[in-house]
């Protein structure tokens, strides 16, 4: 198996920044269409469990658009073969400095492109200066 194709790690990294993009002004119509439309597609949040589409779909017409910006860190996608990949990062917002968050997405090629399938968002105290 070839792991980062330099080509599909720049799809993936593309399709990554459409979906921080979406996020950060709210665009629910892109969020929506890059999850997977599938009853097994999951989402695991900061306060939520979402299993399949139209449970994702319905946090995000419910989501309050207020505080949605951050900055991003340490982002790592890396690429198995040339269908499936895995984005991770750090995320940072103002409003809680002592706070990181971390995500993390699995991303699948499809007939109509790269959809997630599966992500989690959790955030944790920031670590200590030197500490990972």
Known sequence: MDIDLPEVVAEVTAAFARYEAALVSNDV???????RDDPRTLRY????????YAAIKAFRAGRSPAGLARE??????TTYGRDTAVASTLFHRASAPDKV?????????????????AAHVSVIDRPREGES
């Open 72 to 77: 991003l860190s340490r982002t790592v996608i």
């Open 29 to 35: 119509a892109t969020l929506d269409a890059l999850f």
């Open 101 to 117: 968050g971390r995500q993390m997405q699995t991303w699948v090629r499809f007939a109509d492109g790269w959809h997630i399938v």
């Open 45 to 52: 949040g900061g306060g939520e469990n979402l299993y399949g």
